[in-house]
T-cell receptor, first 115, second 112 residues
């Protein structure tokens, strides 16, 4: 029972490089999202998806792209990495609209450092 | 959304005592609330949730109370154990799944 799987766990990028953070879930969840967490702060929503082929922006979308070609996968792309994108990134998924019983599950996180 | 700060408030509780962690939310349209526990180096772990049509919900050793009048949420942990030491976040949802607004977080330290 893998749940929400994120790769890589750790990554160091140079300013201007691009990369993709992978997220996969094996629970057949329709809803997936990406959050970033900066030191001593709560999580902030980057992008989310309510189903394959449908994505939308969250609170802090600038500098990131997403796509949802399958139900299982929701990759997050950094187009041109900047030091301000140094953060911990979390992917989350849930079966339906937030309500009791539709638990939102998080991955273990991807630690990204941009130098 | 809520403002966030650089310094987490800390609650120190003796093992065996009850813990109460509080959270103020800002959006009166939020209809679903969740408490998460986050241990160092790990992702948020679901603890308990509550819909806006409820005032109280109980789980195993945990109770969530919701006061919509003052937009306040609390998490009560009974008989706190060392394994409860973590950062606790409340989160609110306005109906779009996986679109959560997180609070600042509270660090719970359990002393022996």
């Amino acid at each position: 029972n893998a749940g929400v799987t994120q790769t890589p766990k750790f990554q160091v990028l140079k300013t201007g490089q691009s990369m993709t953070l992978q997220c996969a879930q094996d629970m057949n969840h329709e809803y997936m999202s990406w959050y970033r967490q900066d030191p001593g702060m709560g999580l902030r929503l980057i992008h989310y998806s309510v189903g394959a082929g449908i994505t939308d922006q969250g609170e802090v979308p600038n500098g990131y792209n997403v796509s949802r070609s399958t139900t299982e996968d929701f990759p997050l792309r950094l187009l041109s990495a900047a030091p301000s994108q140094t953060s911990v990134y979390f992917c989350a998924s849930s079966y339906g609209v937030g309500s009791t019983g539709n638990t939102i599950y998080f991955g273990e996180g991807s630690w990204l450092t941009v130098v | 959304g809520e403002s966030v700060g650089l310094h987490l408030p800390t609650l120190s509780v003796q093992e065996g005592d009850n813990s109460i962690i509080n959270c103020a939310y800002s959006n009166s349209a939020s209809d679903y609330f969740i408490w998460y526990k986050q241990e160092s180096g790990k992702g948020p772990q679901f603890i308990i949730d509550i819909r806006s049509n409820m005032d109280k919900r109980q789980g195993q050793r945990v109770t969530v109370l919701l006061n919509k009048t003052v937009k306040h949420l609390s998490l009560q942990i009974a008989a706190t154990q060392p394994g409860d030491s973590a950062v606790y976040f409340c989160a609110e949802n306005t109906g779009t799944a996986s679109k959560l607004t997180f609070g600042t977080g509270t660090r719970l330290q359990v002393t022996l």
